[in-house]
């Protein structure tokens, strides 16, 4: 996480993070992501700091979210990955 900003007028929590690995899609530098606050508040979720890890997950309607990333969860992840075949169809997804 290297910024979060609130809209306040919006209504919109703003976080811009480095992107450091994907599981799916291409790999960036920089992606910023809003969502809702109401959304954000209703989840559970505060608002992260500036330096933490978080997951961030977009969709093709442009939409977007984000959780607390934990390291236990990425090693998961990364096993998971791992484990596919090159080419080979992810669940849940056209790609």
Same mark, same amino acid.
């Given at each position: 996480?290297?910024? /979060? !900003?609130?809209?306040?007028?919006?209504?919109? =929590? #703003?976080? &811009? +993070?480095?992107? /450091? !690995?994907?599981?799916?899609?291409?790999?960036? =530098? #920089?992606? &910023? +992501?809003?969502?809702?606050?109401?959304?954000?508040?209703?989840?559970?979720?505060?608002?992260?700091?500036?330096?933490?890890?978080?997951?961030?997950?977009?969709?093709?309607?442009?939409?977007?979210?984000?959780?607390?990333?934990?390291?236990?969860?990425?090693?998961?992840?990364?096993?998971?990955?791992?484990?596919?075949?090159?080419?080979?169809?992810?669940?849940?997804?056209?790609?």
């Amino acid at each position: 996480m290297t910024k /979060v !900003e609130q809209d306040r007028q919006k209504s919109l =929590d #703003i976080i &811009t +993070v480095r992107v /450091v !690995e994907t599981f799916k899609g291409p790999a960036g =530098d #920089i992606a &910023t +992501v809003q969502i809702p606050t109401r959304l954000r508040t209703a989840c559970g979720l505060e608002l992260p700091a500036v330096g933490a890890q978080v997951l961030v997950a977009l969709d093709p309607g442009n939409d977007s979210a984000w959780v607390p990333l934990k390291a236990s969860y990425a090693e998961l992840l990364r096993e998971y990955k791992s484990k596919l075949q090159p080419g080979e169809k992810r669940p849940g997804t056209t790609h």
